[in-house]
T-cell receptor, first 113, second 114 residues
Framework: GENVEQHPSTLSVQEGDSAVIKCTYS??????FPWYKQELGKGPQLIID?????GEKKDQRIAVTLNKTAKHFSLHITETQPEDSAVYFC????????????FGPGTRLSVLP | DAGVIQSPRHEVTEMGQEVTLRCKPI?????LFWYRQTMMRGLELLIY????????DSGMPEDRFSAKMPNASFSTLKIQPSEPRDSAVYFC????????????FGSGTRLTVV
């Protein structure tokens, strides 16, 4: 089955700097890769996603890149703000129908003012 | 839309008691997922339904766990009997298979078994 690894487990950056979180997956059949942000006491919230037929996607300060050959994808946050502080999870599709996800272990991002 | 609604938000129970967690998915979503989140194991898929039918329950840890979806707007996850190691945050999520977007998660139920 699918296995998703995520690095780093914790990340501290100064406000205004960029943050990069990297994930690798094992199943070459995976075709959809969402990223979730989880704030304290809340459920994970989808912030951006990418499909296997696309190499990069941007949404304001957030971007995701995908390298299918190497089976890794990354989340890039530019001009970080204190409200970006949260736990971020990457995920990849799994299963026969590709509808359920396997999540990475998460990255705790702290943006220092 | 009110999003995915879970109840209760917090549950504290004694070991051996039955616990029932509830979930109302987003109207029109045909997939429903139950996840468990712990520090040690992260987010684990327990079971998921499509059109109220269980598709994959391989993540259900043992027979003490059961899940039902009697209709498109309601699902339950039951633990009987509960044990301290079941303490975790349980999330319900729903999605629309036709749109193939990511899930929408509920706010979770924090379960503590003492």
């Amino acid at each position: 089955g699918e296995n998703v690894e995520q690095h780093p487990s914790t990340l501290s950056v100064q406000e205004g700097d960029s943050a990069v979180i990297k994930c690798t997956y094992s199943d070459s059949a995976s075709n959809y890769f969402p990223w979730y942000k989880q704030e304290l006491g809340k459920g994970p919230q989808l912030i951006i996603d990418i499909r296997s037929n696309v190499g990069e996607k941007k949404d304001q300060r957030i971007a995701v890149t995908l390298n299918k050959t190497a089976k890794h994808f990354s989340l890039h946050i530019t001009e970080t703000q204190p409200e970006d502080s949260a736990v971020y999870f990457c995920a990849a599709t799994s299963g026969n129908y590709g509808q359920n996800f396997v999540f990475g272990p998460g990255t705790r991002l702290s943006v220092l003012p | 839309d009110a999003g995915v609604i879970q109840s209760p938000r917090h549950e504290v129970t004694e070991m051996g008691q039955e616990v029932t967690l509830r979930c109302k998915p987003i109207s029109g979503h045909d997939y429903l997922f139950w996840y468990r989140q712990t520090m040690m194991r992260g987010l684990e898929l327990l079971i998921y339904f499509n059109n109220n039918v269980p598709i994959d329950d391989s993540g259900m840890p043992e027979d003490r766990f059961s899940a039902k979806m009697p209709n498109a707007s309601f699902s339950t996850l039951k633990i009987q009997p509960s044990e301290p190691r079941d303490s975790a945050v349980y999330f319900c999520a729903s999605s629309s298979g036709t749109r193939r977007y990511g899930y929408t998660f509920g706010s979770g139920t924090r379960l503590t078994v003492v």
